[in-house]
């Protein structure tokens, strides 16, 4: 063979070579990153039930100490938290020495402090687990049970970015009229033989009270987070206009996204996979009524997008809203991350999973059935959006890595 065909054959070779070499190592990459979300997965389920145990192992810490020690920019709790049947005991035992009306708000809760002085939100139930609230996809009261149900669904998609909550019966008359304050005493009455309260908020009235049946209401507890974390409120970019027959620029504008991304935080950083992430929980759950959101303050679009009021969710199982997807399917970009705990979900997978993690809660059964089989349902819907984006732009472009390493130190 002559020299110069030797060249061209080792050239060839060599090109082969370094082909096939950062072709294999894409692939190990990958594979790598998709094992460690199977792992997570895994150690989700396996983790899934948490018993309300009072004890705290090989700790002398409070449990409120605990769970502030937890939260990080962008996480509100680890991915491993075996305190975390401790913390959530003591939210629905520990004794109230203080109540008052709630944060600043449309919707009926009030602000409790714990023994500790660990403060929590208190929202009242306001309807049977089978009532179905018609009209707007954010029609109704905050609902309860849905902050429970939220936020283990938070914990079974692995974003960790909504503050504990759990369900709790609490006396009216023994455990909150004594450490009231005159604020919200002076909304409490009397209802036949049920004691209610209206609280203050913008859409709070005398003539429609939250009950109690008889002294005992119940209600869900939500931890709130550590005063050194301090909150930064944001405009959704997909909110809506709240006014008829007025629609938001996204509603009308299919190249709306492509101006977000032009924008701080949305033009760097993991801030539009955040709201994107937040797309796919509040359509599952059937919340149309995130029209702010919170960070961390001075984050400059690093902290996560977290997770609170969920209550305007598991209103209608038959309504599936698909405009709450509209960040999905306008950006057609998702987290590798979440596209893959989203497969491994299907097949009813979630709504299996959902129920076992809201067994332990005092206040179960959380859901009912249909809310549960919604959930599925939503799911397939979620999967049908991507697969039209990746036929669309294909898997290089939708599928995005974005990988954080976090620290609990």
């Not at 018993?51 to 990080?72: C, F, G, K, N, Y």
């Not at 206009?241 to 629609?247: D, I, M, P, Q, S």
């Not at 999905?328 to 993690?357: E, F, H, M, P």
């Not at 249909?370 to 290089?396: E, M, Y």
Request: charged share 25%; glycine share 6%.
């Amino acid at each position: 063979m002559k020299l110069k065909q030797r060249v061209v054959l080792l050239a060839i070779l060599l090109v082969i070579f370094i082909f096939t070499k950062v072709f294999l190592i894409d692939n190990l990459d990958t594979s790598a990153a998709n094992r460690e979300d199977q792992r997570a997965f895994h150690r989700m389920m396996a983790s899934l039930h948490v018993e309300l145990d009072p004890r705290l192992d090989h700790t002398l810490q409070s449990p409120w100490e605990i769970a502030a020690q937890w939260v990080v920019p962008r996480e509100v709790y680890p991915e491993e938290t075996p305190e975390l049947g401790a913390v959530m005991h003591a939210m629905t035992t520990k004794k109230i020495i203080k109540a008052d009306v709630g944060y600043k708000g449309t919707q009926l809760k009030a602000l409790l402090i714990l023994e500790g002085g660990q403060k929590v939100v208190f929202k009242p139930k306001r309807y049977a687990r089978d009532y179905v609230v018609e009209g707007e996809p954010y029609a109704g009261y905050d609902r309860h049970n849905a902050e429970v149900a939220a936020f283990h669904l938070d914990r079974i998609l692995g974003f960790r970015r909504a503050p504990l909550v759990v369900g709790r019966f609490v006396n009216l008359r023994t455990e909150i009229k004594p450490v009231a304050t005159e604020q919200l005493l002076g909304t409490f009455m009397t209802v036949g033989n049920n004691t209610c309260f209206y609280g203050k908020c913008y859409y709070c009235r005398e003539t429609e009270p939250a009950c109690a049946d008889g002294d005992v209401m119940e209600g869900s507890v939500t931890l709130w987070l550590p005063d050194v974390w301090p909150l930064q409120k944001h405009r959704h970019p997909w909110g809506r206009t709240y006014r008829e027959g007025k629609l938001a620029r996204w509603e009308y504008d299919e190249s709306y996204c492509d101006a977000v991304k032009k924008t701080s935080p949305y033009d760097s950083g993991p801030r539009l996979l955040d709201i994107i992430d937040t797309a796919i929980f509040d359509y599952l759950i059937g919340n149309a009524d995130r029209h702010h959101y919170e960070s961390f303050q001075d984050d400059e679009g690093a902290s996560m997008l977290i997770l609170l009021d969920n209550a305007k969710s598991f209103g209608n199982p038959s309504l599936d809203e698909r405009s709450i997807l509209a960040p999905l399917y306008q950006c057609c970009i998702i987290r590798v991350s979440t596209w893959n705990r989203l497969n491994y979900l299907k097949n009813g997978v979630l709504k299996s999973a959902l129920k076992t993690a809201m067994s332990h809660d005092p206040i179960s059964p959380v859901l009912s059935d249909p809310h549960l089989d919604a959930l599925d349902q939503r799911l397939l819907s979620i999967l049908a959006t991507v697969k039209q984006c990746t036929d669309q732009f294909g898997t290089d472009v939708v599928l995005v890595e974005d990988r954080m390493t976090l620290s609990h130190l």
